[in-house]
């Protein structure tokens, strides 16, 4: 089992690397987009271009983004309780929280995008706007890879969890 959270985690480390780049990446696309807008009177006519580019990378830095922070257990709760509980009962909250919640839910946003992102592949589909970005259904694409990073990440955290639990 060790083996396996070992490998998880380094997936989702690596891939963290890449979404922290890529959120470097959007700052800059924002900078400047903004500047284009302001300072430049918007002369330049990149502004839905890179406001989809903007979106685009938001999207993956979201989907991609999510596993690296469970595996570092960083997501947003309210620790009303939590934080108050002794190890063992925050590693049990934590274990049926990916069994009956984290993982359902994640399974679920995957069976609803297959269908979706499979239309948009099937037409190729690109962006509304003009001079907007082509392949989107690239980025749809990203949606269920995202949620199987997820339930991955999952089974290593309740993996963890089980270490907690079951020690003397």
């Not at 990446?25 to 918007?42: H, K, P, Q, S």
């Not at 919640?101 to 706007?129: R, T």
Request: net charge positive.
């Amino acid at each position: 089992m060790k083996k396996y959270i070992h490998a998880i985690d380094n997936l989702n480390d690596w891939i963290g690397k890449i979404v922290a780049w890529l959120t470097t990446f959007m700052v800059l696309i924002v900078c400047v987009d903004v500047g284009i807008r302001y300072l430049l009177g918007g002369k330049i006519e990149m502004g839905a271009l890179l406001s989809e580019l903007e979106w685009h990378i938001f999207s993956i830095v979201f989907l991609f983004g999510a596993a690296f922070t469970l595996r570092h257990d960083k997501h947003v709760r309210v620790d009303l309780f939590y934080a108050r509980w002794g190890k063992k009962t925050q590693a049990l909250v934590n274990l049926l929280g990916c069994i009956f919640l984290l993982i359902p839910f994640s399974w679920i946003v995957i069976e609803a995008s297959i269908p979706y992102i499979l239309d948009s592949w099937a037409v190729k589909e690109s962006s509304s706007d003009a001079g907007g970005l082509p392949a989107r259904y690239l980025i749809k694409a990203c949606i269920p890879i995202g949620m199987v990073l997820l339930i991955l990440q999952a089974t290593a955290f309740m993996g963890k969890s089980w270490v907690v639990l079951t020690e003397k």
